[in-house]
């Protein structure tokens, strides 16, 4: 049983940089594998980027892979996403997830937070 709550976004410019965090609730934190994910205006939501419970492995989608990097602090139970070089195309709202394993938060994650929005300009 896990709570999450994103927060980090806002309005910035092309270029720019933001750094998002998730908040977990419950002391069983550890053992789940994490994502993020993103929904844009009249689009699927889309697998961004997922790290194993430990932090020694991490995946990301190739439309931010070398932008963005996915990081989790244990002891404060708490996810993060570096984005960097936003684009106009980042523009969406981000959720984190949580599953069992690095693969299942991939595709069906368990529990969900419900988003922040992040919205970048030309």
């Known amino acids: 049983q896990v709570q999450l709550v994103e927060s980090g976004g806002g309005l910035v410019q092309a270029g720019a940089s933001l750094r998002l965090s998730c908040a977990a609730s419950?002391?069983?934190?550890?053992?789940?594998?994490m994502g993020w994910f993103r929904q844009a205006p009249g689009k699927e939501r889309e697998f961004v980027a997922a790290i194993s419970w430990s932090g020694v492995s991490a995946y990301y989608s190739n439309s931010v892979k070398g932008r963005f990097t996915i990081s989790r602090d244990n002891a404060e139970n708490t996810l993060y996403l570096q984005m960097n070089s936003l684009k106009p195309e980042d523009t969406a709202v981000y959720y984190c997830?949580?599953?069992?394993?690095?693969?299942?938060?991939?595709?069906?994650?368990?529990?969900w937070g419900q988003g922040t929005q992040v919205t970048v300009s030309s």
């Open positions: 997830a949580a599953a069992g394993r690095i693969d299942v938060v991939q595709t069906t994650p368990r529990y």
């Open positions: 419950g002391r069983t934190f550890i053992i789940y594998a």
